[in-house]
C-alpha cells in the first residue's frame, strides 16, 4: 500500500555508517550466469521475509503463495515478518545494517528506501539472476524502470533491477452505488460532474471524500489526482525525476489550492489528520464518505463488506470521451533480495515464483490487482473487474506517473506534512509549496 518514506533518525543515520557496504563486509555479487539456481541443492533454508501485506486480501495472497512455494520446495521454510507500511519503513534500514538481516523484503521504490538502500550497498542487484529468469523479459519496460537504480543509488529509473512487484498500482475513485442513488448521482464522467458531486454531497448533508490522513502519505494520493488535472503525465514524471520544473510552479498550486478549497469546504471528515488510513474501508462501508480516492490495496476489504455495491474508476477526464487524465500509479511494491543474505539463490527462485503465472492467478483469486495478466482467474467481482480495466486502460494510454514521494530522499515527511497543514488551513497552498521546493532543491543540489 502507497506509499510513505519515514525520515531517518539520528540513530538510523549512525547504523547506516556501517551498513553493507560502507566498509570490509560489503556484500559480493555472483556473477551474471553464474549464481546457483537449485533449490533443491540448497538443503533446508529459513528464508526470512518481510512485507507489508497487511489488509485482508493482500495478507490471504502471501500465506497462500507462501504455502504453495514450500509445497513446491519442502526443504524450505518461509518466515514471514509482517507489519503495516509506516512500520515497515520505520524499521527497514535498521533491520538490513543488523546482525540477522532478512532475506527478502518489500522496499519502496524512489530515493527515499529503494535509491538509499542501493547506496549503503544493502541491496543485490538482480542482474546474475536474469539469464534464469528472465526477470525484465516478464515485465513491460515501464515497471522495470521503477525498479531499477543506476550504480551507488545515484538515479532511479536506470541501472541495475533491484526488485519485482506481483502487483499493479493505479490512484483512482472508489465509490457505494447505493450511496450515488441516493443522492440521485450518476458515476462522474467528467471531472466537473465530480467537482459538482462533491457539492452536491455537501449541501446533502454528506461527507463528499473519505481521507483519513494520520500517516501523511495519504493526503499525497488526492493531491497526486489533482495535479493529473492541473500538471498533465509529462510534468509530473519530470518533476518526480528531477528533469525540471518545480513544486512552485503555477498547476502545481493550483492543485494544492484545490485541496485547501475542499478541507475548506467540509470536503473532507473531521479529525481527517488524526484518522489511521489502513482503517478506511470500515467507515467508507458504513456511510462516512460518498468517495474514496485510493488503489486496489482496498479492493478486498470493502467487496467483503459492500458486495457490487462498491465500484471504481479512473479519475476522470476533463471532457466526455477525452484524454484519460493522468494518475499515480505504476507497480506495486517490488519483492527485493537483501545483500547479506544467507541464500541469495533461494530468495531469487522465491521472486520467481511470487510474479510467476501461478501467483497472479491467486493475486487475482484474492481481489488483487496483478501485475501481469493472469493465465486463467478472472477477478470474480465488479471493483475487481473495474480495477482490471482501469489497470488496462491506465496501461494502454500511459498516464500512470510515479508516487510523488519519490522525488527526494525527505519527501514523504515533507510533502506529507505541508499537506496535512494546507488541509487544516496553517498554511496557504503557496507557502506549502515553497516548503516542498527548499526540500526538492536541496535534494537535487547535493544528488
Not at 10 to 28: R, W
Not at 117 to 132: H, I, R, S
Not at 287 to 307: C, S, T, Y
Request: aromatic share 8%.
Amino acid at each position: 500500500m502507497r506509499k510513505p518514506f519515514v525520515v531517518l533518525t539520528a540513530a538510523l543515520v549512525a547504523v547506516s555508517a556501517c551498513a553493507p557496504g560502507s566498509g570490509g563486509d560489503k556484500p559480493k555479487t555472483p556473477a551474471p550466469g553464474a549464481a546457483s539456481t537449485d533449490v533443491a541443492k540448497a538443503g533446508p533454508v529459513t528464508l526470512t521475509v518481510w512485507d507489508q501485506e497487511v489488509l485482508g486480501g493482500q495478507n490471504e495472497q502471501m500465506q497462500r503463495l507462501n504455502a504453495a512455494f514450500h509445497a513446491k520446495y519442502p526443504n524450505v521454510t518461509i518466515k514471514r515478518v509482517s507489519r503495516s507500511f509506516s512500520d515497515l519503513e520505520k524499521t527497514l534500514r535498521l533491520a538490513l545494517s543488523g546482525s540477522n538481516p532478512p532475506d527478502v523484503v518489500e522496499a519502496n521504490q524512489g530515493y527515499g528506501i529503494m535509491a538509499a538502500l542501493v547506496k549503503a550497498g544493502a541491496l543485490m542487484p538482480l542482474d546474475p539472476y536474469e539469464q534464469a529468469y528472465g526477470f525484465r523479459k516478464r515485465f513491460p519496460a515501464g515497471l522495470t524502470q521503477l525498479n531499477s537504480v543506476s550504480a551507488g543509488g545515484k538515479a532511479i529509473g536506470s541501472g541495475s533491477l533491484y526488485g519485482v512487484a506481483m502487483t499493479g498500482e493505479a490512484v483512482g475513485i472508489y465509490y457505494d452505488t447505493d450511496r450515488l442513488a441516493k443522492l440521485g448521482l450518476k458515476p462522474p464522467a467528467t471531472w466537473a460532474e465530480f467537482e459538482q458531486d462533491l457539492a452536491t454531497a455537501k449541501s446533502r448533508g454528506e461527507t463528499p471524500i473519505y481521507l483519513a490522513d494520520l500517516e501523511k502519505f495519504p493526503a499525497i494520493h488526492t493531491f497526486g489526482v489533482l495535479l493529473g488535472q492541473t500538471t498533465g503525465k509529462d510534468r509530473l514524471r519530470d518533476l518526480v525525476f528531477g528533469r525540471g520544473g518545480a513544486w512552485t510552479d503555477p498547476p502545481v498550486v493550483q492543485a494544492a489550492q484545490k485541496l485547501a478549497d475542499w478541507a475548506r469546504k467540509g470536503y473532507f471528515p473531521t479529525g481527517v489528520n488524526a484518522a489511521k488510513y489502513n482503517d478506511s474501508p470500515a467507515p467508507f462501508a458504513k456511510g462516512e464518505g460518498v468517495f474514496l480516492i485510493g488503489g486496489p490495496w482496498f479492493a478486498a476489504d470493502l467487496q467483503k463488506k459492500l458486495g457490487d455495491k462498491v465500484r471504481f474508476i479512473l479519475p476522470p477526464p476533463a471532457q466526455a470521451g477525452g484524454a484519460s487524465a493522468a494518475t499515480l500509479g505504476g507497480p506495486g511494491l517490488p519483492l527485493a533480495i537483501t545483500a547479506r543474505s544467507k541464500h541469495p539463490g533461494v530468495a531469487a527462485a522465491y521472486l520467481d515464483f511470487m510474479t510467476s503465472p501461478q501467483a497472479m492467478d491467486v493475486v487475482t483469486q484474492t481481489g488483487g490487482l496483478a501485475a501481469l495478466p493472469p493465465p486463467s482467474a478472472q477477478p470474480a467481482s465488479a471493483v475487481g473487474r473495474d480495477l482490471s480495466a482501469a489497470w488496462k486502460t491506465a496501461s494502454a494510454k500511459d498516464i500512470l506517473v510515479p508516487y510523488l514521494d519519490y522525488s527526494t530522499t525527505t519527501f514523504l515527511d515533507t510533502l506529507g506534512g505541508v499537506l496535512q497543514e494546507i488541509i487544516a488551513g496553517r498554511k496557504t497552498p503557496q507557502q506549502g509549496m515553497q516548503d516542498a521546493q527548499r526540500d526538492y532543491a536541496a535534494f537535487l543540489a547535493k544528488r
